[in-house]
């Protein structure tokens, strides 16, 4: 009886899906989201220093100090669900707000890869990654977490 199926389809069809996983893995179409680049930088422009605490249901990325102009930036990779979300906690002086630096739902679409935020003192602003300017401004949410589970481990 002949082999209906050669050796050498089963090696086309092992390289096929070796390049589509490949194709996966790097963040092209398909389970495994691109990782996202995201950057906030101190904008407020009163030459005050800003503290900067980050979190997610899984990471807490601790306290970083920006001086003016300075940023904090960390890369990760979304979730296949869609529910990945960062929530940080800015002050300064004797200013403290909570804003969700980054919402899969909310940013996919408008941020691609680089989400790249300037921090001022009335709120955070995305840089437009069509016109390269930081012109999509968003109001803290801090009523959202004005909670004491949020609070914890987020002052110095």
Same mark, same amino acid.
């Given at each position: 009886?002949k ?48 503290? @900067?605490?980050?979190?997610?249901? =899984?990471?807490?990325? *601790?306290t970083?100090? &920006?001086?003016? !102009?300075?940023?904090? $930036?960390?890369?990760f ?33 408008r ?10 003192? @009335?709120?955070?602003?995305?840089? =437009?990654?069509?016109? *390269?300017i930081?012109? &999509?401004?968003? !109001?803290?949410?801090? $009523?959202?977490?004005?909670?004491a ?8």
């Amino acid at each position: 009886m002949k082999n209906k199926f050669p050796l050498s389809r089963y090696l086309l069809s092992f390289m096929l899906l070796l390049v589509s996983l490949v194709g996966l893995c790097d963040g092209g179409a398909g389970i495994i989201q691109k990782k996202v680049d995201l950057r906030m930088t101190n904008d407020l422009g009163t030459g005050e220093n800003i503290n @900067v605490h980050c979190k997610s249901k =899984d990471h807490d990325l *601790g306290t970083h100090l &920006l001086t003016p !102009n300075q940023y904090f $930036e960390f890369r990760f990779r979304p979730n296949f669900w869609g529910t990945t979300l960062y929530f940080c906690r800015f002050w300064w002086g004797n200013e403290s707000h909570w804003f969700d630096i980054y919402d899969q739902n909310r940013d996919t679409t408008r941020c691609d890869s680089k989400c790249w935020w300037m921090v001022g003192p @009335v709120g955070p602003c995305l840089r =437009d990654r069509n016109f *390269g300017i930081y012109d &999509l401004c968003q !109001n803290w949410n801090d $009523e959202k977490y004005n909670d004491a589970k949020y609070l914890e481990g987020s002052e110095n």
